[in-house]
């Protein structure tokens, strides 16, 4: 099992940025896809952003070019890079890990406009 932390979230005005970090316990963390889901009130969770273990990256249509994805396997973590923020991007985010299916606990992002 791999534990997940999430950071980073925040109250922050349209247009503005906030950068994400989710720290992974264990061994496997260079090797596993790392995902970030959102859910927003009332709807489903959503995938954000895949990264692979070698560094391939895709979004979904709603954040492309304003959200990157990246990784650094020394640190054991996984970082979303969140710019020109929308009041639609308000949502708890999540850190998911493909190989064990592990969950962090989520971060509150709030977008004012």
């Known amino acids: 099992q791999v534990q997940l932390v999430e950071s980073g979230g925040g109250l922050v005005q349209a247009g503005g940025s906030l950068r994400l970090s989710c720290a992974a316990s264990g061994s496997t963390f260079s090797i596993s896809v790392m995902d970030w889901y959102r859910q927003a009130p009332e709807k489903q969770r959503e995938l954000v952003a895949v990264i692979s273990s070698g560094g391939s990256t895709n979004y979904a249509d709603s954040v492309k070019g304003r959200f990157t994805i990246s990784r650094d396997n020394a640190k054991n973590t996984v970082y979303l890079q969140m710019n020109s923020l929308k009041p639609d991007d308000t949502a708890v985010y999540y850190c998911?890990?493909?190989?064990?299916?592990?969950w962090g606990q989520g971060t509150q992002v709030t977008v004012s406009s």
């Open positions: 998911h890990e493909r190989l064990y299916n592990s």
